[in-house]
């Protein structure tokens, strides 16, 4: 089966072969996903002009809807998409369910905010600004819809949470969505706009996709449009170069891979509820997704004088994960989406080892259950020690995007802070603690280097919603390595999709225009 693309209108097939999606476990090819032929620029101008006037000429009210009708097809197809999340990415249920409901449960979450947004078509910032003596000239911000194009290019890892956590912003701001997944695992992304497309709930234009290479897609955007992008640092600096990028200025949001790290307080010694609840999140961590989540604790902070107590307490945990074909009920964890990601995921624990000591799992004769090392593509969960972080590189640098976590020593506040900076900007911390004033200091600390700080003690413990979690009421990204981008954050992620306009004239117009805006501080 060779998957389609959806562009001007209607589904169009890809020259060529195509490339082929692949189940992890057995290394059966699925179907084959080629762009190859595709117009691109064509694609992004129907977009653009079709698209585009049609959510504008909607309020966001009627958009939230929108979504809440997409939602609702999806959830009608649900285990549809788990079977493909298993065979195409080798997910288990729970690995199905964060990449599938993630997916929805973001629509469902904007479709509701929308609700607050009402009949208005633009938004406004409250107030006014008083520029003269007189009051009868002032200025105002308002922001209204981008008339390009979302171009939202995604990383393997997630192609339900991925594709709907943009569209879901996009949708709602009045700006076409246009998609390309990573080629990978676009199987399930392909039939998931299938669905929405044959369901008719979509104006013409406002959803299209790229199932294969993006090619030239980055010589056509204009400065209307907003490039949402999720994948490797190494991909998106190159994106950034782009010389009609920059030329255009058109808007970039980058989502790269960081070196997120997890932090044990010094209170929490071995028996209280924080230990306990470190070493599950981290050990979580490494094996949801098979730790592929570009939010995965990879280094893992430690007080020194309890550094081995720690690291026999995640051994023990991990012992138990079950790895192998997710068809098992035994399982718990999956491989890694392909023997390409396999190989590099491989590269780089051994590339950790030269300066820190495998424990548990590491690059060699691992076997999964019910599945051939040989065809299948199966990382052990590897937990490595490094007893001198501080001068340690690999460590800090090295994204092994699977199961592998490196477990460090740190003495004191300010070490823990100097040492969680060296991963460059990350995505998400955690800390665990039950010490307050700790809580307080490595939080503010450590804010400059993350885009989201976790703090978790024991009155938390069973209500925190997790480390390497997004949830869309609060934002994602994070600076540096992470990619410098913002993405969701409730409201907050409108602003990428709009333009904030000052408009200066006589105030009771000014008042005509704020009355008919949502008003918002974005
Ligand atoms: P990748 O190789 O960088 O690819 C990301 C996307 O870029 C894919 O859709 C890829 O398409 C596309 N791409 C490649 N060349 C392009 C070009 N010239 N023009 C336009 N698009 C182009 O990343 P990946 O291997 O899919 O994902 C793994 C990485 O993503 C990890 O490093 C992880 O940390 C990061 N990640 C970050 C986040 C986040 O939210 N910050 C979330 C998930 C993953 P093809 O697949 O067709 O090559």
């Not at 002032?138 to 194009?149: D, E, N, S």
């Not at 996709?209 to 056509?220: F, K, P, S, T, V």
């Not at 071995?270 to 470190?278: N, T």
């Not at 992470?482 to 004239?505: D, K, N, P, S, V």
């Amino acid at each position: 089966m060779k998957i389609q693309n959806y562009v001007y209108g209607e589904w169009v097939d890809g020259k060529g072969d195509g490339a082929p999606l692949i189940d992890p476990v057995t290394g059966e090819e699925l179907a084959r996903a080629s762009s190859d032929g595709v117009d691109l620029a064509r694609a992004l101008d129907h977009a653009r002009s079709k698209g585009g006037p049609a959510l504008r000429a909607m309020s966001y009210g009627e958009r939230g809807a929108l979504l809440g009708k997409i939602n609702e097809v999806l959830a009608t197809n649900r285990d549809k998409y788990a079977d493909i999340a298993l065979k195409n990415s080798g997910n288990t249920k729970i690995d199905a369910a964060i990449d599938i409901d993630g997916g929805t449960g973001t629509l469902f979450f904007y479709s509701r905010l929308a609700g607050k947004l009402g009949d208005a078509k633009y938004l406004a910032d409250p107030g006014f600004e008083r520029m003269a003596k007189d009051e009868t000239f002032q200025g105002m911000h308002i922001w209204v819809p981008l008339h390009g194009a979302g171009i939202h290019i995604n990383a393997f890892n997630f192609p339900s949470w991925g594709l709907w956590e943009k569209a879901a912003v996009s949708l709602l701001a009045g700006v076409p969505v246009f998609a390309k997944p990573a080629t990978a695992t676009c199987l399930l992304s392909y039939e998931m706009v299938r669905d929405v497309i044959e369901a008719g709930v979509v104006p013409d234009g406002a959803l299209n996709l790229i199932c294969g290479g993006a090619r030239d897609l980055m010589d056509h955007l204009t400065g209307a449009d907003a490039i949402a992008f999720t994948g490797s640092a190494d991909t998106a600096n190159m994106l950034r170069g782009n010389k009609n990028l920059i030329a255009s200025s058109a808007r970039f949001n980058a989502e790269a891979d960081s070196l997120n790290m997890s932090l044990l307080g010094p209170d929490a010694k071995p028996g209280a509820a924080e230990f306990d609840l470190f070493v599950k999140e981290v050990s979580r961590e490494m094996t949801v997704k098979a730790g592929q989540k570009c939010t995965a604790i990879r280094r893992a902070f430690v007080p020194t004088g309890i550094l081995d107590d720690v690291i026999g307490a995640l051994e023990a945990r991990l012992a138990k994960t079950v790895t192998g074909d997710p068809r098992n009920e035994t399982v718990r964890m999956g491989p890694l989406v392909n023997k390409a990601q396999q190989k590099v995921a491989l590269d780089g624990i051994k590339q950790l080892s030269a300066e820190a000591t495998v424990v548990t799992g590491g690059a060699e004769g691992f076997k999964p259950v019910d599945a051939d090392p040989k065809m299948s593509a199966f990382v052990a969960p590897t937990l490595l020690k490094c007893t001198d972080p501080r001068a340690a590189k690999a460590v800090h640098d090295i994204e092994v995007f699977g199961p592998a976590c490196t477990v460090m020593p740190y003495d004191g506040t300010g070490d823990a802070i100097a040492l969680a900076s060296r991963g460059g900007g990350s995505l998400a911390a955690s800390v665990f603690t039950g010490d307050d004033g700790f809580a307080n200091d490595i939080s503010l600390g450590i804010a400059a280097d993350h885009g989201r700080v976790l703090v978790v003690d024991e009155k938390v413990g069973d209500l925190q919603t997790g480390h390497g979690i997004v949830m869309p009421m609060c934002t994602h990204g994070g600076p540096g390595r992470a990619g410098g981008g913002e993405e969701l954050g409730g409201t907050r992620g409108l602003r990428f999709y709009h333009q904030r306009t000052a408009i200066q004239a006589r105030l009771d117009r000014l008042q005509t225009l704020a009355d008919n805006a949502a008003q918002v501080t974005l």
